[in-house]
């Protein structure tokens, strides 16, 4: 803060210097022409001198100060920022991360250096100039209040408008993107172009119109100037009164575009603020001694991985749903879990997951360059390999078929170290595995729980899927 008080204050100083210097150099300049004696002028010269040394020395302070403190701020909050991350549920998408930490936190640069500085140089050079020629509080008013909150108007309404808009751009634009080929085979590609087209053309349509609003803000702003220096000429000013006037009314022509620029960052700071007083996701309100095991079941929606999240502690690890596979070798991939393994403890964890790749293997972006069953697998193998206390896996085998995935779970299982937490829609692996408790979700609610022995003797949720799966295994047993 002090930093950012020192930043102000240097761009005050700058504004009133070149201020002063406009007014002094003009003086001289009319002085010079009765061709006094040099010594009349001794004061003026040394005056130019020095108020041109000191505006360039103020600026450069300004600079210095206002950045260095920014900057000094902008690291501590993206800590704080990443921190919050940590703390809040795994639903957000990456995104909206990205977002948060990189977009979101550089406006707040732009918040503070490019608005709230210039404001507060305006306002303090302002309340100076009306001082010494009060008939600028009209001008100093209109330029430094009633334009810059008519540009955040325009600017505003314009953002709300643009919103739904871009969301719309940004979803067509990944449509074709991902979906150029099937939009080819159907026929469909030019309608999809012509559509995202009309977008793109409303965009524009209402950036110019905004454009034209901005603009003619900024005409009025510097048709007020110079109206106010033409009313103080007319009125019978010196020059130097008169341009000394020009100069301190030229430190409110930016506050126009810094309104704009506040109209489009609030957003952002509200998001930052929004997340750093989120409270974190709620414990799920069990106990997770070294050893205990539990599994969440429920239908589609209902809520597991919601409630998965909730056991998330600084020591968990796993094998979740939307665990990221880096663009890199399956080696590397695994070595995330624990940098420092041993060729050994990375073939133990390749066994345990039945990974059948080559270390040296390159899986693409995402994993795209292996099949979803060997992703599914390499993620595991990372998990095997940090061998954490509390083991989180979500659907970790999904897309094996089911006397693999079975295989492949039951080894991770019996490689696990700590306690785990498994969430599953098939049922056979808790008959088979010991579990200290399985809970039933259903609309976000525990409406069952117990072992899977006492699950299936009594009727519900849990009981009517374990007779399904068995009417499944049946149909799919060799006759």
């Known amino acids: 803060m002090r930093r950012l008080l020192l930043a102000a204050l240097a761009a005050t100083l700058a504004e009133l210097s070149g201020v002063a210097l406009m007014t002094t150099a003009v003086w001289l300049v009319v002085r010079a022409a009765d061709h006094p004696p040099m010594a ?13 040394l000191s505006r360039g020395a103020l600026r450069y302070a300004e600079r210095l100060a206002g950045h260095d403190a920014v900057l000094r701020y902008l690291a501590d909050l993206r800590g704080r920022v990443y921190e919050s ?90 449509g074709l993107v991902h979906g150029a080929a099937e939009l080819t085979a159907f026929g469909a590609l ?57 100069a301190a ?7 126009t575009s810094a309104a704009q620029r506040w109209a489009e960052v609030r957003g952002s700071l509200a998001r930052v603020r929004e997340l750093l007083t989120a409270r974190p996701v709620p414990s799920a309100g069990e106990e997770l001694p070294p050893g205990r095991r539990i599994a969440l079941v429920g239908p589609s ?27 890199t070798t ?6 995330f879990a624990k940098p420092g393994a041993t060729q050994d403890e ?13 270390w040296d293997t390159v899986v693409g972006e995402r994993g795209t360059a292996i099949s979803g069953g060997q992703r599914q697998r390499l993620v ?33 299982l019996a490689a696990a170290p700590g306690a785990v937490v498994l969430v599953t829609h098939r049922l056979s692996p808790l008959a088979h595995q010991h579990f200290d408790e399985v809970l039933v979700l259903e609309a976000g609610v525990i409406t069952q729980r117990g072992s899977h022995a006492e699950l299936v003797a009594v009727p519900g949720y849990y009981r009517d899927r374990w007779e399904d799966e068995g009417i499944t295994r049946g149909l799919s047993a060799p006759a």
Not at 330 to 335: E, H, M, Q, S
Not at 346 to 358: F, G, K, N, T
């Open 249 to 255: 009314l030229e430190v409110f022509l930016p506050l």
């Open 40 to 52: 009349a002028l001794t004061v003026a010269i040394v005056a130019v001198r020095a108020l041109a």
């Open 330 to 335: 399956v080696r590397a991939n695994v070595l």
């Open 301 to 327: 929606g209902a809520g597991k991985t919601t409630l998965l999240a909730r056991f998330v502690t600084p020591e968990a690890r796993g094998a979740l749903a939307d665990a990221h596979v880096f663009h």
């Open 380 to 412: 595991l193998a990372r998990a095997v390999l940090a061998a954490p206390p509390v083991l989180l896996l979500d659907e970790p085998v999904e897309g094996l078929d089911p006397d693999h995935a079975d295989r492949v779970l039951a080894a991770v």
């Open 85 to 174: 991350l940590l703390r809040q549920p795994v639903r957000r998408h990456s995104g909206d991360l990205v977002t948060r930490l990189v977009s979101d936190v550089d406006a707040v640069q732009d918040a503070v250096l490019r608005c709230l500085l210039p404001a507060c140089a305006a306002g303090l050079v302002g309340a100076v100039a009306v001082a010494v020629v009060p008939v600028l509080a009209i001008p100093v008013l209109l330029l430094g209040i009633v334009l810059p909150a008519a540009a955040f108007a325009v600017a505003d309404r314009h953002l709300r408008a643009l919103a739904p808009l871009r969301s719309r751009l940004a979803e067509r634009t990944v």
């Open 190 to 246: 030019e309608d999809e172009l012509a559509r995202t087209g009309e977008v793109v053309a409303d965009i524009g349509g209402r950036e110019r119109r905004v454009a034209l609003l901005t603009g003619a803000l900024s005409a009025v702003g510097v048709l007020t100037q110079s109206g106010a220096a033409l009313a103080l000429l007319a009125s019978g000013a010196s020059v130097p009164v008169v341009l000394g006037t020009l």
């Open 346 to 358: 990375l073939d133990h964890a390749a066994r345990v997951a039945d990974l059948d790749l080559d």
